[in-house]
């Protein structure tokens, strides 16, 4: 069992940065990659970024690649998710969650999830 706790999440304006934080913790958590996921109102749940068990691959959506930055810090069992350049399609609950398998996009392969932290992005 692995169990995860989102933090971080808060209101910001258009073209500001907000950095995520995910605590990971567990029974042989630090073998899993850790992805990031997000809902707005209305919309189903979409892949944003992930990053493997060793921290060496990184993965991430078309809508954030190059305005966020995912890393693991194995020292503090931490995954972050550093968002700079925040739009207002932004807006979401974004959730970590914890895969073993070896498609780190497919959301049906992570058997554990945060609660979520809200991110708000005004215009």
């Known amino acids: 069992q692995v169990q995860l706790v989102e933090s971080g999440g808060g209101l910001v304006q258009a073209g500001a940065s907000l950095r995520l934080s995910c605590v990971v913790s567990?029974?042989?958590?630090?073998?899993?990659?850790v992805g990031w996921f997000r809902q707005a109102p209305g919309n189903e749940r979409e892949f944003v970024a992930a990053?493997?068990?060793?921290?060496?691959?990184?993965y991430y959506s078309d809508s954030v690649q190059g305005r966020f930055t995912i890393g693991r810090d194995k020292t503090k069992n931490l995954v972050y998710l550093q968002m700079n350049s925040l739009k207002p399609e932004d807006t979401a609950v974004y959730y970590c969650?914890?895969?073993?398998?070896?498609?780190?996009?497919?959301?049906?392969?992570?058997?554990?999830w945060g609660q979520g932290t809200q991110v708000t992005v005004s215009s």
């Open positions: 990053i493997s068990w060793s921290g060496t691959s990184t």
């Open positions: 969650a914890a895969t073993n398998s070896y498609d780190p996009y497919a959301q049906t392969e992570y058997a554990y």
């Open positions: 567990g029974r042989y958590f630090d073998t899993y990659a």
